[in-house]
């Protein structure tokens, strides 16, 4: 497998730039003529997945090239820079496209009937946008999105930051399961009887839609190597063997003091960057595996290759913080949010899908989200003002929550020593009660929900509307 050098990486961002991003004289939406955006298109393919077949009809993204393994291309974006997109829909049902952490203006957040209409089968719709912040971050719909991300729409994103310390080399991994059955079919996308515990796993474990890729990176050389966990269900508690590696960003965003990667836990819907000194002899090889649960797996692997380039994991800089406002802590309202299982009953149909089930409630609410009849926000929050979510949850289930549009800081908790920078997503562990604190400074109604999507999509969703 190449590998992504530095050098590759600016050839590469460069013909990204001018195939995905529109220039600096581009200002407003409305100049934006019929031609102009560059295609990302939502479509079927078949793909070898399992070992013993071809998986018909997995779902897909295209954006210029397809990636030899047929997944989601990995969407590079700058900080601070334009990028636009045409979504077009190949699929056979509505779909839209959600940047996961992107902090960016409500009416581009992709959530059908709250932030756009659905986009139908022929349709497409346009998303341009600016990062304001630098790091990892995905991209996947928030429609039927139970079958349509099991059936592979998800894909990672690079927002570059020109003022990132250089590596020798950068790998992007996207973590996640099929529900495939022999001969690879897909399977049922979940057991009920699960989704009403800690969700339904996955049949075939993938990085890249890979089983245990090999990634080959020079021998010596720092690597940073970006994991993003998309997968419905699992969380992961990751291990390196093999090479002395430090975490350098949670979530996208820098962590004050790198530490080292021990044993940590990603929830569906987190990223970690993490820098890698490789080994000083080439052919040795570093393994990254999942040691969550009684039977440890290796997810990839990577190589050394060529002559050593003796670097030093002390010579990495620390990554420029990103744009997070911090609460004001003297006049932050709070906000209790209870996370609960439910009574069970079946929800209403939507055209985004349901799963029949209801059993899981914020503030005792369960809703399914993305229905056409919203019911009414967790709280409307002023514009600009701080506020402190009181989160509970009050399950034996840890919980991988995710606002849109808003990063927040944990400010407390019951469960952890360590808190970590502001993010997008927390994993909220068994009983665990935390303090969140943010700014409400995004316009619009954003949705906070559990990213095991079927807790989600059985009740854990809700929505604040700033205003
Ligand atoms: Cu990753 Cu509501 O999204
Ligand atoms: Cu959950």
Redesign the pocket.
Same mark, same amino acid.
């Given at each position: 497998m190449p590998i992504l050098t530095r050098r590759n990486l600016l050839k590469g961002s460069a013909a990204a730039a001018a195939s995905f991003s529109v220039g600096a004289g581009f200002a407003a939406r409305a100049q934006i003529t019929a031609d102009d955006l560059p295609l990302l298109k939502a479509h079927f393919t078949d793909v070898r997945i399992a070992a013993d077949g071809i998986t018909p009809k997995v779902m897909s993204y295209t954006a210029g090239e397809t990636a030899a393994t047929g997944m989601p291309p990995v969407l590079r974006m700058t900080k601070g820079k334009p990028f636009a997109t045409r979504l077009m829909n190949a699929l056979e049902e509505p779909t839209t496209v959600h940047w996961h952490g992107l902090r960016i203006p409500n009416a581009m957040d992709g959530v059908p009937e709250i932030t756009q209409p659905y986009v139908y089968p022929g349709d497409g719709f346009d998303y341009v946008f600016t990062p304001p912040d630098a790091g990892t971050f995905w991209y996947h719909p928030h429609c039927n999105t139970l079958t349509q991300m099991g059936h592979g729409l998800t894909g990672v994103i690079v927002v570059e930051n020109p003022e990132d310390p250089v590596f020798d080399a950068e790998i992007v991994l996207n973590l996640r399961d099929w529900r495939l059955g022999a001969g690879g079919a897909f399977i049922t996308p979940f057991k009920p009887r699960d989704a009403a515990r800690g969700g339904t796993y996955g049949t075939v474990r993938t990085a890249n839609w890979q089983q245990e890729p090999r990634y080959d990176a020079p021998t010596g050389g720092l690597v940073r190597i970006r994991i993003a966990a998309t997968d419905v269900t699992r969380i992961y508690t990751l291990a390196l063997e093999g090479a002395a590696a430090r975490i350098i960003a949670l979530d996208a965003s820098p962590v004050a003091t790198p530490h080292p990667l021990d044993l940590l836990d990603l929830g569906p819907g987190q990223r970690v960057d993490v820098v890698l000194r490789m080994p000083d002899n080439e052919g040795e090889t570093v393994t990254l595996s999942n040691v969550r649960g009684n039977n440890p797996w290796t997810i990839a692997t990577f190589r050394a290759t060529g002559a050593s380039l003796k670097r030093d994991l002390r010579d990495v800089s620390a990554l420029p913080a990103n744009p997070v406002a911090e609460a004001d802590l003297s006049t932050a309202e709070r906000i209790p949010l209870d996370f609960t299982a439910t009574a069970e009953h079946a929800p209403s149909p939507s055209l985004c899908g349901t799963l029949g089930y209801t059993f899981?409630a914020i503030n005792k609410v369960p809703w399914p989200g993305d229905t056409p009849d919203p019911i009414s926000p967790l709280a409307e929050l002023k514009l600009g003002k701080s506020y402190v979510l009181q989160v509970a949850n009050r399950t034996p #289930?840890a #919980?991988?929550i995710h606002l849109h549009g808003m990063s927040f800081r944990i400010l407390s908790s019951n469960k952890r020593a360590i808190l970590p920078p502001p993010t997008d997503t927390i994993l909220l562990l068994p009983d665990e009660q935390a303090e969140l604190g943010l700014v409400a400074d995004n316009l619009g109604d954003w949705m906070l929900h559990?990213h095991?999507i079927e807790?989600q999509k059985t009740g854990?969703t809700g929505y604040f509307r700033v205003a």
């Open positions: 899981w #289930h #919980h991988p559990c095991i807790h854990m």
